[in-house]
């Protein structure tokens, strides 16, 4: 290397450190708030690159609508059911296709988002174009500042930052400004997530409820209750402590009690699919009618779509893939320096990334599925090594824009 080089190289490196000191420095809530502004930023300008090639690569159709302006742009794919929702509610009688399956429908979509939207735009006349990307908007800030205290109280104000930094500017940070349901979620588990830690089990309960009626997945948050107080329970009789002491019987109740109600909240909406539409399958055959795409028609079988889905596309060594992800993912999680986010975190981590495996398909959507695991992005196992944070960084910034290309341009996250 030349000593050009070296200075030029040394110059980057000083301009970084200097930039992120500055970050560090500001108070908290406003660090936090600049690095939502400047990602929320960077991907207006990305989806308004996008915006234009809309019309030439999907034309008007039944999930873009007829409407080509950019507020539509952001409330399509996923978006138009949301609307649909919002504006007529779920239909009695499931939709069939040629071959009397059934379709692609509204009750893959649960009511908390969309019914949200209604109320703002009856109060307000705006229509859901402009509505959806408001409250979604909203939501992810509320989500980045919750997202930021969970990491600190464990890890520190600078892997916190980090964390934000990677979920506000990464490359499916533009999924926090357009008219999906995932803000709204995200919000929900973090803030549930502190409510656990601080053991306010009404705050809990009420978040982890309406969670469970925003997205799938918010069985992880029960479930995480009931392994969190297992382990207490256990340690302190296996420390000598009275139980009692450590563990009241009054808590253990309130534990019990919240993890029902959610627990119950998280399995209803099957059974309210059911309920309306006169078939009690209604939910898992419309979310089975996403799969025949990729993997045909097969009979649902917990923790088996991964290895469905890879035997066909990818054969043995797909297999092999999965079979290494399970083993280092645990791995990774049992870490010393991961262990530092948190025992609330990392049992979250592994309840909710069980989910997503055991009922999910591996294709274009999982990477949106698993941004609650966002607070690992400030494992300091990461954040605290230059060369893996700037790496990251590098990622964030460069894939952003493939991300909008192709999981939004060319088809749905």
Known sequence: MSRLDSVLTGSVAAGRRRVVDTVVSMPAWAAVLLLWAVGR????MWLMAAY???ARVQPANALWGNDQGFTAFLTSWDGQYYEAISLHGYPSALPLDATGHVAQNAWAFLPAFPFTIRLLTVSTGLPFTIGGPAVAVIAGLIATFLLHRLVQEHAGNTAALWAVFFFTCGPLS???QVGYAETAFLALTFGALLAMERRRYGLLTVLGVVAAFTRPGALAIPLTLGVIALVRYVGARRSGVRTL?????LERVKV???GLVMAAAGAAWPVIAGWATGRPDAYLA????WWVNFIGRVHF???SPWFLTTAKWLGVGGVLMVVVLLVLYPMWLARRSTRKLGTTTIVFAAGYALYVFAVSLPMASTPRLLMPLAPLMGSPGIVAKPAMRWTLVTGALVLQ????AVLWLLGPP
């Open 174 to 176: 533009f999924l926090l």
């Open 245 to 249: 002491d450590e563990f009241p019987v």
């Open 52 to 54: 234009p090639l809309m």
């Open 256 to 258: 019990v009690v919240a």
């Open 41 to 44: 930023f960077v991907s207006t």
């Open 401 to 404: 824009p493939v991300f909008v």
């Open 286 to 289: 419309t979310e089975m009618s």
């Open 301 to 303: 079988v917990p923790l």
